[in-house]
């Protein structure tokens, strides 16, 4: 998969379209894959109290935006990329890779 958990992100489409973020979660919906940003693609919830302790109110919560509506951003470059995916030398292990400056894109975990 192109993107992952931890990845810069750019919003190519959509009413936060511009905004970048770090994706904290990928989730399978209807429509395919959705990523999910904090702080990009907000909605509003109506929640009730479960409990007598917890209070009721309304939350912002981060909606999945569809993969295709994102794009990675390279932390070498700092621009916009696809990826690649190419094979280290020392051994048979796939790495994601930039486009633009051929740097190997890592994910801090």
Not at 71 to 86: F, G, I, L
């Amino acid at each position: 998969m192109n993107i992952r958990k931890g990845d810069t992100v750019i919003v190519l489409a959509g009413k936060d379209r511009g905004k970048r973020g770090t994706v904290e979660r990928i989730e399978r919906t209807k429509r395919g894959l959705g990523v999910v940003v904090p702080g990009i693609n907000m909605a509003k919830r109506h929640k009730r109290p479960q409990s007598r302790t917890q209070q009721a109110g309304i939350l912002d919560i981060p909606v999945p935006l569809h993969i295709s509506n994102v794009q990675v951003v390279c932390p070498r470059c700092d621009k916009p990329t696809r990826v690649a995916h190419a094979l280290l030398e020392e051994g048979a292990r796939h790495v994601r890779v930039c486009k633009h400056c051929g740097e190997q894109i890592e994910v801090a975990s």
